[in-house]
Each structure stands twice: as C-alpha cells, then as structure tokens.
C-alpha cells in the first residue's frame, strides 16, 4: 500500500501549526517545556510513564495553567515485570563495590518502581477525567478496551514502532499516527519484545518503509536535532518530526548539572546502547555506568525497570559525592547538535533552518 494523503492532514487533527513535536522524555521534560513548545505552534510532550497517577494529574493541570493549546501525555506501555530473585541480587552483590566508592550501600532488594500502563487502570482514569488532547504508546499498546475507551474521551492516539512489524500492530490497534522510531534515538528503544530480533533501522528508512506502507500518518524520531533534519523527514513522507535530544539543553528540563555539562561538552560525541541503567536497552551517553555495564564481569541484567531501583540508588549515592557519571544521561546519536537556549527560542531558530532547508532544496528541484 502507498499512501498519498494531505502531508498536514496530521496537524489538522492535532490542532497544531507546525510539524515540530518535542518528544516525551520522561525524567526530562516539565510542564514549562511542554507548554513552550505547544504556545509556539507545536505539540509539546510530557512523559509520565515513571509517575503515579496522581502526579500525571498534577503535571497535566500544571501544562493546562501555561497553555492552551493541545500537548501530548506518553506512558510506557511494557509487560509488566517477572521477577528473578537470584538475578537481582547478583546484580545487586555485583554493583556493592560501586556504591562502596561513595560511602553508601545498595538496596537489599529491588523493587518495580513503576507500574506500566497495560496494568494501570487508575492512571487510564486519570486521562478519561483530564482529557489530554493526545495520548502516546511507548514499547508496545495497550489493550483494545483502554484504546477505545481513550477514543471515546476523544483523545487522540500516537503508537511508537520500531520496525514495519510493530508498525503493522499500531495501525491495527486504531491509533491516529505512528511514530517510527529510529536507531538514532536516544532513550529507550521502544521495541516490543525486547527479547525478540530487532532490525535496527535507522530513522530514514523506517520512515520511507512506514510511509510507503500505511495509510496513517507517519511522524519520524531519532537523531533529528535541526531544522535540516526536519526538512530531510518531511521529504521523505512524514508528517512532522519528533525532536527530544534536541531539546534536552534547554533550560526548562529538569536535569541535573552533570548531565547538562555532558551533553554540550565532549561526551555528546559519544553514545552507546546500555541496559546496565534500567534493564532495557537505552542510548545513552558514554559513562561511568555504561562503562561498568560494558565490563566482561557484568553479571545478566535483572528486568525493566526492576534493574532502575539499583540504577537510581548508585547515581543518587554517587551524585552526593559529586560524581554524575551514573545518571541516565540518554542522548541521541546526533546529540553534539545540541543547543542550549530557551526552548521557545530553539523552536523559532528550528523553524528558520526547516524553511531555509526548503528553500535550498526548492532550488535543486529549479
């Protein structure tokens, strides 16, 4: 199937003027960026994924206070965890040594620090009752009784596919758009099965495959950090551009220092997958973390996000020391791009580069 629909039907949908959406982030993104980015004329992102219901509540109402115009809310939407006690604790007897370093000690035991949204029905209430305009899936969906229910509130759907095969599931389910997700990405691979073959597309191809082969409109994510980058997926068929490292410098996220310094120093120029932090895999900059997980004595990872306890244990212990080389500094492959500015300040320089990027390739077209 090819598809040829109107390249902004999508926006029309969302209500928004530009093909720009600041990705979900969770951990990263507050309120304030959420709302710059949707008061400048995109569809700004909150990730909750990591939060309890009543503190999804709390940061929708907080975005509703700075904007009026539509953003998204995005959940995790992973099986949830089986637990292995003897792969924890191995783990945990493994990582002892690291948080000896810092004069602290690691958790006797691990814990499913946050329930995903398959398994979530008081969080799924929270969305019936505040209504966000736009509801995205990552690492999977969720039930079709919770998509229809979340249709029915008139809550428009994004589905996160890593390949043509998750992408086939995601059109199916009724969502409003698909967004593929390339290598390039920072954060966590949204793939379904992490256990299962993963292709590893890159950004370009997964989206010229997705454009090609569904009637649904595609919105392309992974290591676009510039309006270049924007105008290269929209030539492609997409029909906005999904930015998250790009905006991870701006002053509105909630990162800390050393995570800031990395991204505008060096360390950008290096990114490497690793489940050592969450129990999943993750691009992130190269660190202390991603090195110790590196290691030819690291011991199997327990599950996600099981494997975070400990994860967020040893940063917060070696972050006290002055040490921020645990953190999970997620950043994309392109993550020396990265600019430090107010994000409606980026959004403006962004759309200045996308419409001169279409003016250079209008002239190649002459």
């Known amino acids: 199937m090819t598809h040829q629909t109107d390249s902004r039907a999508l926006l029309r949908v969302l209500g928004i003027d530009k093909p720009i959406i600041q990705a979900p982030m969770a951990g990263v993104t507050t309120p304030a960026l959420a709302a710059a980015v949707s008061n400048a004329g995109g569809l700004g992102s909150l990730g909750v994924g990591a939060m309890k219901p009543e503190g999804a509540r709390k940061v929708i109402r907080e975005t509703r206070e700075l904007t009026a115009k539509p953003f998204n809310i995005n959940v995790f939407c992973h099986q949830p965890v089986t637990q292995d006690v003897a792969v924890e604790q191995q ?35 929270v969305f019936l009752e505040e209504k966000p305009a736009v509801v995205s899936f990552h690492f999977g969906l969720p039930s079709a009784e919770v998509i229809a229910a979340l249709k029915n509130a008139g809550i428009k759907l994004f589905g996160a596919a890593t390949n043509v095969q998750e992408a086939e599931q995601v059109a199916k389910a009724g969502v409003d758009a698909i967004v593929a997700q390339g290598i390039e990405a920072g954060g966590h691979r949204g793939v379904f099965d992490p256990a ?11 989206t010229r495959l997705l454009v090609k082969e569904f009637d649904l409109p595609v919105i392309a994510s992974g290591g676009i950090m510039d309006g270049a980058g924007i105008a290269a997926v929209l030539a492609l068929g997409a029909q906005a551009a999904q930015l998250g490292t790009a905006f991870v ?7 800390d220092e050393g995570y800031r310094r990395a991204i505008l120093g060096d360390a950008a120029r290096h990114t490497t997958f690793t489940s050592a932090i969450s129990g999943r895999l993750a691009r992130s900059m190269v660190n202390r973390f991603t090195e110790l997980g590196d290691g030819a004595d690291a011991p199997r990872t327990p599950a996600y996000p099981n494997a975070y306890d400990a994860g967020k244990a040893l940063h917060a212990a070696a972050k006290a020391k002055g040490e921020f080389g645990y953190g999970a500094q997620w950043a994309g492959q392109a993550a020396a791009l990265a600019r430090s500015m107010p994000a409606a300040e980026l959004f403006a320089q962004l759309e200045r580069e996308l419409q001169e990027s279409v003016r250079q390739l209008s002239q190649w077209a002459e």
């Not at 493994?94 to 969080?123: C, H, K, N, R």
């Not at 299962?196 to 997964?206: E, K, Q, S, V």
């Not at 410098?249 to 990162?255: F, K, R, V």
């Open 91 to 125: 783990w945990l007897s493994w990582l002892t040594p690291q948080f000896e370093l810092y004069g602290a000690t690691p958790p006797t035991a691990l814990s499913e620090i946050y329930t995903s949204f398959v398994a979530d029905a008081a969080m799924l209430q």
């Open 249 to 255: 410098a701006c002053p509105e996220t909630s990162i």
């Open 196 to 206: 299962g073959p993963d292709p590893r597309l890159g950004t370009f191809a997964l």
